[in-house]
T-cell receptor, first 117, second 111 residues
C-alpha cells in the first residue's frame, strides 16, 4: 500500500514563526501536492511538484513556499506564520497520469492541523 | 473554466436506506473521475475511480458510481447506508493539466 506520511498531525505556532510541514511518500511517485482545507472552502491547492526540484504554484501560493530536494519528500514552508494560515494541511502524491491526464489517483496523508496564535 | 459541481452540500439519510451523492463535471475529452471519502480529522481515502473503462464502477464499502457522458455526471450510490458512512465526500476530476475537486457533500446517517 502507498503510504503518505505527514510528520506532524497537530502543531501550534506563534505569529511570525517559521513553520515546516513535512511530507514523505514511499511509492516513488513523481507528483506531490499540498492542499489546505477550510470549512466552506473545500480543498485549495497551494503548490504541486511533478519532479525533484520542480514546483508549480497552485491557486493560493501566497505566504507559502515549498521544497523538493528528494523525490520522496515534499516540504511546505510558512516563512512567517500568520493567524489566517490556521488550517488543515493535506499532502498528496500520485503517479503521472496516462493518456490525456496529468495524474492518476491521489494518495493523501492524514493531514496536519496547524493553529497559529 | 473546468469545474466539478456537487449539487448537495449536505445529505441526510436513515440507516439502511439508499445513498445518492451527486457530481457533475464540466465536459472534457476523456476525463478521469474519482470519489473520495474523508472522516473527521483524517485524510482523503479513495472510494472508486473511472478511467475510461466500464461506465459502472464499483468501489470499496459497497459504493458504486456510474459515468454518464451525455449528462456529464458521475453520481455516487450505495444501496444501504451504514452509520460508518457518515463523512465528507469529494468528487474529483483530472485532466491534462488540472486536478479539480468538488466542494464536498457532508453525509449524515440517522440511526
Amino acid at each position: 500500500d502507498v503510504k503518505v506520511t505527514q510528520s506532524s498531525r497537530y502543531l501550534v505556532k506563534r505569529t511570525g514563526e517559521k513553520v515546516f510541514l513535512e511530507c514523505v511518500q514511499d511509492m516513488d511517485h513523481e507528483n506531490m501536492f499540498w492542499y489546505r482545507q477550510d470549512p466552506g472552502l473545500g480543498l485549495r491547492l497551494i503548490y504541486f511538484s511533478y519532479d525533484v526540484k520542480m514546483k508549480e504554484k497552485g491557486d493560493i501560493p501566497e505566504g507559502y513556499s515549498v521544497s523538493r530536494e528528494k523525490k520522496e519528500r515534499f516540504s511546505l514552508i510558512l516563512e512567517s506564520a500568520s493567524t489566517n494560515q490556521t488550517s488543515m494541511y493535506l499532502c498528496a502524491s500520485s503517479l503521472t497520469g496516462t493518456g490525456t491526464s496529468l495524474t492518476g489517483e491521489l494518495f493523501f496523508g492524514e493531514g496536519s492541523r496547524l493553529t497559529v496564535l | 473554466a473546468q469545474s466539478v459541481t456537487q449539487l448537495d452540500s449536505h445529505v441526510s439519510v436513515s440507516e439502511g436506506t439508499p445513498v445518492l451523492l451527486r457530481c457533475n463535471y464540466s465536459s472534457s475529452y476523456s476525463p478521469s473521475l474519482f470519489w473520495y471519502v474523508q472522516h473527521p480529522n483524517k485524510g482523503l481515502q479513495l472510494l472508486l475511480k473511472y478511467t475510461s473503462a466500464a461506465t459502472l464502477v464499483k468501489g470499496i464499502n459497497g459504493f458504486e458510481a456510474e459515468f454518464k457522458k451525455s449528462e456529464t455526471s458521475f453520481h455516487l450510490t450505495k444501496p444501504s447506508a451504514h452509520m460508518s458512512d457518515a463523512a465528507e465526500y469529494f468528487c474529483m476530476k483530472t485532466s491534462y493539466d488540472k486536478v479539480i475537486f468538488g466542494p464536498g457533500t457532508s453525509l449524515s446517517v440517522i440511526p
